[in-house]
């Protein structure tokens, strides 16, 4: 089993930046990719950005250029590092994991991003 819990969501002017935070504990050995989805109010559950094997990274086109995902070097944290931030980028967003060869199948509890125009 592997817990996750975010943080570093909150409220932001058009333009500024924020940076989340994944902090991964319990079954963290194997880990395949770790990832970020964002769901905004009457919309499906999106993927933003995702990390495979610690070094492959892919990201939506919607936050190209924009977001940067990483890992702190303890492997224990993922973060996302929001900036150019939109008002089409208001959602909750969420971290995941999965192991090789199965869904993402492990979820944090999600964090608000909010962004003003």
């Known amino acids: 089993q592997v817990q996750l819990v975010e943080s570093g969501g909150g409220l932001v002017q058009a333009g500024g930046s924020l940076r989340l935070a994944c902090a991964a504990s319990?079954?963290?050995?194997?880990?395949?990719?770790m990832g970020w989805y964002r769901q905004a109010p009457g919309k499906q559950r999106e993927l933003v950005a995702t990390l495979t094997n610690g070094r492959s990274t892919d990201y939506a086109d919607s936050v190209k250029g924009r977001f940067t995902i990483s890992r702190d070097g303890d492997e224990n944290t993922v973060n996302l590092q929001m900036n150019s931030l939109k008002p089409e980028d208001t959602a909750v967003y969420y971290c995941?994991?999965?192991?090789?060869?199965?869904?993402?199948?492990?979820w944090g509890q999600g964090t608000q991003v909010t962004v003003s125009s």
């Open positions: 995941a994991a999965k192991y090789y060869g199965y869904d993402w199948a492990y």
């Open positions: 319990g079954s963290r050995i194997n880990i395949y990719a």
